[in-house]
């Protein structure tokens, strides 16, 4: 088989070679070779024991010593550094707590250390001291110079398991006995619905069943895990969807986001064609890596919001509270918190403005889209758009870095419906307005006046405290109104005849 290697994967094969161990690439390299991808790593089994690894590679990091496990790091000519993981070839034994073996042996037979791995498509390898091992022990050649190159190897492939075949055949199956594979690691439930939906494979029917058999064991999964799989689901897969629902139908899905489930059969007969489980899948879908989070619990408080007449008043408000607790519970940072939710909470805008529709029917009718948000009494249609302050504070609410993530929101949740009544043109007549305002030397949070918390305690001798940060909001606001207000003086004027209010 030719096989499209990196050159820094090749000089670590060829130093074990040289050392008189063998060498294999295994993992997903190896599958992503026969589907034609470019893997995002490379692992290579050898059956140099750990005290062996450490000789030869005196500078690798042992990210694994107990199981025989380092990272090879080489760098090209242009100082960027390129790892590989080497292990040595072992079997495992007694896993507790459907993850760890307890029993680690290192073995001879790449087939030995073959048949401990998950999936048949995983458990093939590329024997690198074979039909390539004469290449591969003689001198780099002098065109070789960036170690981060692809070149073709002619080697021979070790697959005792079928891999290849499922490959062809489209197939993900478990090597073995799928409940023991999966009572090994729990995780592995998991990783068989991601990997379904991301190569668009059939799970196998007994590996299918299996995962519905040990869901005891993919409950004692940690949070940190599963968030981490479930991640590679939604930034990998083409359509996610497919595999969310595989996760449904096992019963995975009620383990770690039960929240979703809810959704099922929640009806919306206002704008919408489907449920919001399949509406909420349908935007994930089309919705860019950078906001399919959100795209998944955009609609999260719906089940919890309905009322009688179809509508879900304040499920945005109460889907960004879902959202933080959920996602909470998974173990996201800080950061990726306040960001998802931001966008969940605000996903329901909607910019006002005048169209005229073609008829066929010679009618005047027009479709009138009109915020309730700043409007003036008696211009309901004349009114277009917000005013400068009403998009100001938008800009505020959001935030400037968050707005182009939101009109991605936006755009997936309307056109994931063939019936919405969302018009695409909201969003260029918003951008446009927001650029407008945006040319304008103003601020949108306190950090941007004039005048900062030390300056107003020195001007009305305050000490640090609440009414120093309520001082600052409310000078915020006056220059929200009026960015011509956003200097010195003018401002601390503001805070005079503010702070005077605050002691009556």
Known sequence: MVVKLPTYVVTTARILLKEGFKAYLVGGAVRDAFLGAVPADYDIATDALPEDLIKIFPKAIAVGAKFGTILV????????????????????????????????????????????????????????????????????????????????????????????????????????????????????????????????????????????????????????????????????????????????????????????????????????????????????????????????????????TGTPDGHFYGHDQIGAEITKKVMRRMRFSSKEIKKVSELVRWHMFMYPFEKVEDTTDNSDKKDIRISTENQSEGSSKEFKGWSDSAVRRFIKRVGLENLDDLFALRIADGTSEPVSMWDPQEIVELQQRISQVLAEDTAFKVSDLAINGNQLMKKFDLKPGKIVGTTLNYLLEVVLDNPNLNNKEKLLEAAEEFLSKQEK
């Open 73 to 304: 790091v080489q760098r090209d000519i242009n100082g960027e550094n390129f790892s590989t993981e080497v292990t040595t070839l072992r079997s495992e034994e007694e896993y507790i707590k459907g993850r760890w073996p307890t029993k680690v042996t290192f073995v001879r037979n790449i087939n030995e250390d073959l048949k401990r791995r998950d999936f048949t498509i995983n458990a093939m390898a590329v024997d690198m001291g074979q039909k390539g091992v004469e290449y591969l022990i003689a001198p780099i050649a002098s065109d070789e110079v960036e170690l981060s190159n692809l070149k073709e190897y002619e080697f021979d492939i070790v697959d005792p398991f079928g891999g290849r075949d499922d490959i062809e055949r489209k197939v993900l199956r478990t090597v073995g006995n799928p409940v023991e594979r999966f009572t090994e690691d729990g995780l592995r439930t998991y990783k068989a619905c991601r990997l379904a939906a991301q190569l668009g494979f059939e799970i196998e029917k007994e590996t299918f069943s299996a995962i519905t058999e040990c869901l005891t064991v993919a409950r004692m999964i940690s949070s940190e895990r599963i968030r981490d799989e479930f991640m590679k689901l939604l930034l990998k897969a083409p359509k996610p969807s497919v595999g969310i629902d595989l996760m449904r139908q096992t019963g995975l899905l009620e383990i770690f986001l039960p929240e979703l489930i809810k959704c099922i059969g929640v009806d919306q007969p206002i704008g919408h064609a489907f449920d919001v489980y399949d509406h909420t899948l349908r935007t994930v879908d089309l919705a860019s890596d950078n906001i399919r989070l959100a795209a998944l619990f955009h609609d999260i408080g719906k089940a919890d």
